[in-house]
């Protein structure tokens, strides 16, 4: 009977996972984690060892159907790996800017390093070569920037994939469906933080409402540098690449009021 109901699972999970498999975008790959305690269904085995310590499983999925399965290992250990450099990274926030950095850095690395081997190496290997990654964690694997992983090139991963996080491979269906919709692309930008700054009234309205930063008001707000040369790019890269309509709004034009006078939601803003 436990056979039974296993198989019935584990043929539910694969119809969920070929699902998965057609919302996954060409050129990347689904990582999907779970972590799960492992059950003995051997009748011979006494209750008390039927269930062995929890341990970390994933899938590799992509666009060509392609379902991989890799068990990670026991999930202490991975989950002691993250602890530990999540730990180092908290004591060493204030050596950033001090000659204690390289240092820090280094033995950081040595808890990535194996961070990398457990979980990030051997789905690698299954991924044949794509780099555009779609990553949903499980457990303490939530807490795990998956960028900060130091590469055996001397590299860190967030130099060499491009990694997006979902709250499960499920939540591809839904961004499948939000990509084929229509309706117009916004972006705001570079507004000028001090266009009220002539106004006494209003500046002193500010000032009280915001306690504690009345002396910062004193002075004028520049603007963001470089952020309108950013927004262009991207709304340049949209133009090229999308057939809707992109809008932009900058300087005076870059507030609230604005949002709101629009007679419908943008789809990407």
């Known amino acids: 009977r436990h056979c039974a109901e296993f198989s019935d699972a584990l043929a539910a999970r694969t119809f969920e996972l070929s699902d998965i498999s057609a919302a996954v975008p060409d050129g990347s790959v689904l990582w999907e984690f779970v972590r799960y305690e492992p059950h003995n269904l051997d009748a011979s085995v006494p209750g008390n060892a039927k269930v062995g310590p929890e341990r970390y499983l994933a899938f590799a999925v992509d666009a060509d159907d392609h379902v991989f399965i890799e068990d990670l290992g026991e999930a202490a250990y991975v989950d002691s790996l993250i602890r530990t450099s999540r730990d180092m990274i908290s004591k060493s926030l204030g050596q950033i800017y001090s000659a204690a950095a390289t240092q820090a850095e280094k033995r950081l690395n040595e808890i990535t390093s194996d961070l990398y081997r457990a979980v990030f190496a051997p789905l690698a290997a299954l991924s044949d070569g794509k780099t555009n990654v779609f990553i949903a964690p499980d457990g303490m694997l939530n807490l795990l920037p998956f960028e900060t992983l130091p590469t055996p090139n001397g590299s860190y991963v967030i130099e060499d994939y491009s990694i997006s996080y979902l709250s499960s491979g499920r939540d591809l269906l839904k961004y499948k469906e939000k990509t084929a919709a229509e309706g117009e692309m916004l972006l705001v930008a570079d507004p000028d933080f001090d266009r009220m700054g002539a106004d006494?009234?209003?500046?002193?309205?500010?000032?009280?409402?915001?306690?504690?930063?009345?002396?910062?008001?004193?002075?004028?707000?520049?603007?963001?540098?470089?952020?309108?040369?950013?927004?262009?790019?991207?709304?340049?890269?949209?133009?090229?690449?999308?057939?809707?309509?992109?809008?932009?709004?900058?300087?005076?034009?870059?507030?609230?009021?604005?949002?709101?006078?629009?007679?419908?939601?943008p789809r990407v803003l």
Not at 202 to 207: E, F, I, N, T
Not at 215 to 224: P, V, Y
Not at 246 to 258: K, L, N
Request: hydrophobic share 35%; charged share 25%.
């Open 200 to 265: 006494p009234v209003a500046k002193q309205s500010v000032g009280h409402a915001m306690r504690g930063i009345t002396d910062c008001l004193e002075s004028a707000f520049s603007r963001l540098g470089h952020s309108r040369v950013e927004a262009e790019s991207i709304a340049s890269q949209m133009r090229e690449s999308e057939t809707a309509h992109v809008r932009e709004f900058y300087d005076t034009e870059a507030v609230e009021a604005s949002l709101k006078t629009l007679p419908e939601p």
